[in-house]
């Protein structure tokens, strides 16, 4: 498989993991913000932050013909790492806000 083939597998791969992701993703991102949790203007935006923190450099590195361990704890960490970066970047600073009367 040439380099123009593995491009064309990774977008449609990218495409089809993005689209379940995104629909399964955004509605929890949508009510962290709506709970006060979460701060960011765009759910889309939101999405492909958190989805390229968990996908990092991995298509890539595979492109280039790394061998990577993709084992459940090293899935797991990266996953955990960047729930945490992805907090990091759109927490609400302020906590949780109660109901406004």
Do not use: Y
């Amino acid at each position: 498989m040439n380099i123009k083939d593995s491009l064309a597998k990774l977008n449609q791969l990218d495409g089809f993991i993005g689209a379940a992701s995104r629909r399964e993703l955004k509605p929890v991102l949508e009510a962290g913000r709506h709970a006060g949790l979460l701060d960011f203007e765009d759910a889309e935006t939101a999405f492909r932050t958190f989805f390229g923190l968990v996908a990092r450099d991995v298509q890539i590195r595979l492109l280039l013909g790394d061998r990577l361990e993709l084992t459940e704890a090293t899935i797991a960490g990266d996953a955990a790492r960047a729930t945490q970066q992805f907090l990091a970047l759109h927490g609400a600073k302020t906590g949780p806000q109660g109901p406004t009367s």
